[in-house]
């Protein structure tokens, strides 16, 4: 069976070793012209001897024709930022299947790690659907629960999500060979899709959608408890830039963990508005009160260089009873 994957995150990886081992002939690997997914994906391709294309455009028509001189039975869809048409849909036999790094119809849209993680979801999934018009609802396939670790990031979850879902590949292609793909039809919203031996819709993952992520979303809200922005941070990660700003300059913050019970603050520190102050440093890291607890930040990214969180206070002189803020008009 003739497969083409369409591979945008740089996680991707185990769907290229798994597919010529659950029957699949992997034909060729699509990707993006922008991003680091490249870069991480060839040593799969390598392996597999199988050519990485980076395409602008899915949907353009010579694109389509060279997708099609591959006579591919599927195309599998392992996170891309572009969506698919119904004519390279169409290119191949049975269609095409996402792979989608949530339980739909839970977390439908992009991105739905970040947000999961930001909420402190206790675990994610992956869920192979068919591919329809109407984005992340096509029929279920296949879906598998994936716990979330503690300390867990993007970019850490998305290779546990990945790793799982390239299990379900066997199951996948079994169920292409025996013809179930074709007798797929979009279901009305609620029941249940209408392919032999699919998976129901599980009420434990109510429908809900988030939307694509903006540059502003990684803005540290000091108002927030430590718990929520240690969750921010860990979100962030694979995905945008957590920032905040001192003396109007933004500073981008890497790593970070959350404490419950900070030290006695300095009566100048305790002074000072909460949810900014920073209270000392320690074992290298800076040590900044929450609305509710403090956080200890450990890593820090300014001027395109990495900093620990002792290397930045001896920087920018950021001192105890200093201020971070969330935004670059305040300049205390």
């Known amino acids: 069976m003739n497969v083409i994957l369409f591979a945008w995150c740089p996680s991707a990886g185990p769907y290229i070793d798994a597919l010529p081992a659950s029957g699949g002939a992997l034909r060729l690997v699509v990707t993006g012209v922008r991003g680091s997914a490249a870069a991480a994906l060839a040593p799969a391709c390598e392996r597999a001897g199988v050519e990485l294309v980076r395409c602008p455009d899915v949907n353009d028509a010579s694109f389509i024709q060279r997708i099609e001189s591959h006579r591919p039975a599927l195309l599998l869809v392992a996170g891309c930022s572009q969506i698919l048409g119904r004519a390279l849909r169409d290119a191949a036999g049975l269609g095409a299947v ?13 991105e739905p790690l970040f947000w999961a993680l930001l909420r402190g979801e206790p675990r994610v999934g992956i869920t192979a659907h068919v591919m329809t018009d ?40 079994a169920m292409a060979r025996r013809g179930a793909l074709l007798d797929a039809r979009a279901p009305e919203p609620g029941a249940s899709p209408e392919i032999p031996g699919a998976e129901p819709l599980d009420p434990r993952w109510p429908a809900s959608h988030f939307p694509a992520l903006r540059p502003e979303h990684g803005l540290l809200d000091w108002a927030r408890s430590a718990v929520e922005l240690d969750r921010l941070v860990r979100a962030c990660a694979g995905e945008i830039h957590a920032y905040t700003f001192f003396r109007g300059m933004r500073l981008v913050l890497l790593e970070a963990e959350p404490i419950d019970a900070p030290p006695a603050l300095s009566p100048a520190a305790a002074a000072l508005s909460p949810g900014a102050a920073v209270l000392g440093m320690d074992r290298g890291a800076l040590l900044v009160a929450a609305q509710q607890g403090a956080l200890w930040t450990r890593r820090w990214l300014f001027m395109g260089r990495v900093h620990s969180g002792e290397e930045l206070a001896a ?8 201020r971070l803020t969330s935004s670059p008009a305040f300049l205390e």
Do not use: F, M, W
Request: net charge negative; glycine share 6%; hydrophobic share 45%.
């Open 98 to 110: 996402n792979l989608h790094p949530s339980l739909l119809p839970s977390y439908s849209g992009k």
């Open 134 to 173: 109407a984005l992340d609802a096509g029929p279920i396939l296949l879906q598998r629960e994936v716990p979330v670790p503690p300390r867990a990031t993007s970019a850490s979850l998305a290779e546990d999500v990945d790793r799982e879902g390239a299990a379900l590949l066997p199951d996948l292609l």
């Open 315 to 322: 920087s920018l002189d950021i001192r105890a009873g200093a």
